[in-house]
């Protein structure tokens, strides 16, 4: 049976790196999905230096899957929606420097000037709390730029971006969407960033490191070629990455709430002590609880679910 298991890991691996995004990348041409990440991993990816690091893809192969499925639901509803993977729609995108993007929108739709960008994350928590990314609004900010571009959309009108939300782990069952009117003064951001990954390139030069090394190592490819000579720090590093920042706080703000959350059930439990019933949506019973050990006596536990409708 373990023959299965590998037999079926091997043929996931050898299909997660031929897949279209991965090509690209080891190719040396840069995406939507490239720019606003990390302007050093971009810059070692056009010089054409090649991964160094395997780092887990299945997430990756989950959200392609998911995309897949989506896109084909929705474009059996709306037959005059272009999708990503059936219509095989390319847009480039062409910036105040020169340089040009390419690459293939999931969503986009004509009548109303408008183009989705599809995300898979694992619980919608973080999404809430933070919104769209940088990396993202600069992905459907191009994609847009690219479809004005290419005649899809009526210039005189307003123009709209957006990125839809998916939890990949199944257990919030409706997507979050997030839309809004295009931002013109993100071309010049983006260009920027497009232009300081060039210049560090043409001038054999690195980059800025955007993230983290301690996020890098655990999602980037080229994780060794890019910080593997780099001198490790031993002391307490100061965390200044917004995101990171923000990623501490919440896990604060959890915990805090946490408990809180003890303290109310606590005195909850006091007030309800020996009381069995329901309310329209709770039931709450007290179950006695045999000790293993002869000596000690029985306790009472609370049993508390929701009321099925």
Request: charge should be negative; charged fraction near 25%.
């Amino acid at each position: 049976m373990n023959d299965y298991g590998i037999a079926v890991q091997a043929a996931l691996t050898a299909y997660m790196d031929n897949s279209a995004r991965t090509v690209q990348s080891d190719e040396g041409r840069l995406g939507p999905s490239d720019v606003g990440f990390c302007r050093q991993r971009a810059a070692l990816m056009t010089r054409g230096v090649g991964a160094t690091d395997s780092p887990p893809k299945w997430s990756a192969a989950v959200g392609t899957a998911v995309h897949n499925y989506v896109e084909t639901a929705l474009k059996e509803m709306f037959p005059t929606w272009l999708m990503g993977s059936i219509d095989d729609v390319t847009v480039t995108a062409t910036l105040p420097s020169g340089a040009t993007i390419s690459g293939h929108p999931d969503i986009v739709i004509p009548e109303d000037n408008t183009v989705l960008d599809i995300k898979t994350v694992d619980g919608f928590q973080w999404v809430k709390r933070e919104g769209t990314s940088q990396q993202h609004k600069y992905q459907r900010h191009l994609y847009a730029m690219g479809c004005i571009a290419a005649g899809l959309f009526d210039t005189t009108k307003p123009v709209y971006v957006g990125n839809v939300y998916f939890d990949r782990s199944g257990k919030e069952p409706i997507p979050i969407v997030f839309v809004e009117e295009l931002d013109p003064t993100l071309t010049d951001e983006i260009d920027s960033w497009v232009t300081d990954v060039i210049y560090a390139v043409k001038n054999n030069e690195d980059a800025s490191r955007d993230i983290p090394s301690v996020v890098c190592q655990k999602i980037c490819a080229h994780f060794t070629a890019c910080r593997g000579g780099l001198q490790a720090n031993d002391g307490v590093q100061e965390i200044t990455d917004p995101s990171l920042v923000s990623a501490v706080n919440m896990y604060a703000e959890a915990r805090d709430m946490a408990i809180v959350a003890e303290q109310m059930k606590d005195e909850a439990k006091d007030i309800l002590s020996g009381i069995s019933g329901a309310t329209k949506d709770w039931q709450v019973r007290w179950v006695s609880v045999r000790s293993s050990r002869p000596d000690e006596q029985s306790s009472a536990r609370i049993d508390f679910s929701r009321v099925r409708k």
